[in-house]
């Protein structure tokens, strides 16, 4: 009788967790079809915007984990082992062997990744120095340089209203420099800045190699190259990083590697101009993150530039799409 109670009660058991089982691949699957019905029904622009605001929330996260780890260990040290552990974290990605992930222009993939390295020392080298409102507001002169970048190296044809833009844009960078270049700090504002350049011409090598590379590979070689052309560097200035140092690494690779699928992803699905015009939101998250974990805040002086940056940003973006849909419109 024990022994036909036990079964009963294992077979029981048995049930009960197989019938709670299917109700939790049910919950999935409905949650699961509700986000692809509703994310299917956005136009690949609103898609394009939405990886652009994913991206630049992770990578303000990054860049709040980043500063913590620069202000206690050697800057080149940091920017290798940051690109190693986002290398690590898409390791996944070779579980079907190197071919998934093998690029059509692998040299393409390592001058993406030497420019990208140079616009890397330059900034982790300002970055224990500068809070990460003032590092935001000057990444806002990004746009600024892709404009002309693409002008001068892509042939774009660099109109009147284009011009404007860059001269709004660079005066708003004078309103957030001036007041710093009499402090200690004013060298590595400059040296932040100069490194705005670098990242645009990455994002314009990154916006041509999307025309044949998966989202995916472009991210894994990007952290493959960085993390070879950073390696002498971190040799040289070794010191072995604490236990909580090594955890931040780790955070680092995982918000790196998703905050750079989700900008190649926007890449992929709309004009690089577009997705410029809401890096404006940068500034919200990285004056938040740096009141909560450095209070640090935002001076005048940097929210007036950045806005007036933003606004020169925000109202050639708009003249771009308004152009692309009426071709009639006066260049």
Known sequence: ??????????????????????????????????????????????????????????????????????????????????????????????????????????KGQFWRGGVHTIGLMLWFTALPHIGLADMTALGFTGPIFIMLGAAWFLGERMRADRWVAALLGFSGVLIIVAPKLGGSDGLYTLIMLASSPMFAASFLITKALTANEKPTVIVLWQALTVSLFALPMAVYFWQAPTLWQWLGFGLAGVFGSLGHYCMTQAFKATDISATQSLRFLDLIWSSLLGWLVFADLPSPSTLVGACVIAASTLWIARRESRRAKSPSMPP
């Open 1 to 106: 009788m024990q022994v036909r109670q036990a079964r009963r009660h294992g077979w029981g058991q048995s049930l009960k967790w197989q019938h709670m089982g299917s109700r939790q691949h049910f919950s999935d699957s409905r949650w699961r079809h509700w986000f692809e019905r509703v994310w299917g029904g956005q136009s690949l622009a609103v898609q394009g915007l939405l990886w652009a605001v994913a991206s630049g929330l992770l990578l303000c996260l990054l860049n709040t984990v980043v500063r913590s780890i620069t202000l206690n260990l050697n800057v080149y040290q940091s920017l290798f082992l940051r690109y190693l552990f986002g290398l690590i974290v898409m390791l996944p990605l070779l579980r079907h062997g190197w071919a998934e992930v093998v690029p059509r222009n692998v």
